[in-house]
């Protein structure tokens, strides 16, 4: 069974710091993409970051400089790094995985994404 399994959300104060984590099973990690995305309701999902097996890796200019995106090909999990959070990245966070290198599947077709995890939220306020 393919699973994605999202962790490490919460509360945090704007400018603080919070790192996901994203564990897999049934799959074989090291040939997939990892990604996040994130969406708030009422609103479209919006990518946040990719890694390709190769550990190239693709941010929205929303997060650049802030956030990292990384991954840990012998315990299976993807990471992302968030610092100088702002109350506008509060969202649910999700994982995604796929075998695919297509940018355009990943930034215009997130449907199109294999797997998906049920996420995590994440709350930015003082």
């Known amino acids: 069974q393919v699973q994605l399994v999202e962790s490490g959300g919460g509360l945090v104060q704007p400018g603080g710091s919070l790192r996901l984590s994203c564990a897999a099973s049934?799959?074989?990690?090291?040939?997939?993409?990892m990604a996040w995305y994130r969406q708030v309701p009422g609103k479209e999902r919006e990518f946040v970051a990719r890694?390709?097996?190769?550990?190239?890796?693709f941010y929205a200019d929303s997060v650049k400089g802030r956030f990292a995106i990384s991954r840990d090909d012998a315990k299976n999990t993807a990471y992302l790094q968030m610092d100088s959070l702002k109350p506008e990245d509060t969202a649910r966070y999700y994982c995604?995985?796929?075998?695919?290198?297509?940018?355009?599947?990943?930034?215009?077709?997130?449907?199109?994404?294999?797997?998906w995890g049920q996420g995590t939220l994440v709350t930015v306020t003082s």
């Open positions: 890694i390709t097996t190769g550990r190239n890796t």
């Open positions: 049934g799959i074989i990690f090291r040939f997939n993409d």
């Open positions: 995604a995985s796929d075998r695919t290198s297509d940018r355009v599947i990943w930034i215009n077709h997130p449907n199109s994404v294999n797997t």
